[in-house]
């Protein structure tokens, strides 16, 4: 089984801060099978990005996702208060597809 | 509009049994796999197992393999969530959502299951 460490736990940024998140895997990820998700409270969480770096439909050129093999980063270029959140990364490789426990993107 | 329409929240006691559903519309029900996730309360989402309603092949995390089943009526294009007996620790939301090429793209609105006695 794969496990996703996130980090930080919380992160507390200003609007128009940059905001970077980070994903890291107890064994490689295959072909970049990385999803990002975003998750308000009381709502159920929404696709961000998949196959690490391609964003969902509907979803704001301000977030972009990187990397590959253990390491996978979630950038969003410049807060905006409705992206206060807590962010999941999860791999969709080999089974189960676990997620990390998440980061929780704070706007001061 | 594609969509999935979970059942209503449940309150159980400890040992009951439980079915909670998932409807699918707005696509081909049975081109995409169906994957549960638990959420409890306060806590992380925790992928559960899915379910391809082509022929309803499942797969489970081992965190949850024996406790749950997961099945579905392509007849009526609904995935199921299921105990045979509930513990206070199945307490949480839990979520059906679209696997589209095992990406989780559509997501329902959760079913809260409280398991008190």
């Known amino acids: 089984e794969i496990v996703l460490t996130q980090s930080p736990g919380t992160l507390s940024l200003s609007p128009g801060e940059r905001a970077t998140l980070s994903c890291r895997a107890s064994q490689s990820v295959s072909s970049g099978h990385l999803a990002w998700y975003q998750q308000n409270p009381g709502q159920a969480p929404r696709l961000l990005i998949y196959?690490?770096?391609t964003r969902a439909t509907g979803i704001p050129d301000r977030f972009s996702g990187s990397g590959s093999g253990t390491d996978f980063s979630l950038t969003i270029s410049r807060l905006e208060p409705e992206d206060s959140a807590v962010y999941y990364c999860q791999h969709y490789g080999r089974s189960p597809h676990t997620f990390g426990q998440g980061t929780k993107v704070e706007i001061k | 509009e594609v969509q999935l329409v979970q059942s209503g929240a449940e309150v159980k006691k400890p040992g009951e049994s439980l079915r909670i559903s998932c409807k699918g519309s707005?696509?081909?029900?049975?081109?995409?796999?169906i994957t549960w996730v638990r959420q409890m309360p306060g806590k992380g989402l925790e992928w559960m197992g899915r379910i391809d309603p082509s022929d309803s092949y499942s797969n489970y995390s081992p965190s949850f393999q024996g406790h749950v089943t997961i099945s579905v009526d392509t007849s009526i294009n609904t995935a199921y969530l299921q105990w045979s007996s509930l513990k206070a620790s199945d307490t949480a939301m839990y979520y059906c959502v679209r696997a589209g090429s095992s990406r989780l793209d559509v997501w329902g609105k959760g079913t809260t299951v409280i398991v008190s006695s």
């Open positions: 707005g696509y081909s029900f049975t081109n995409y796999w």
């Open positions: 196959g690490a770096s």
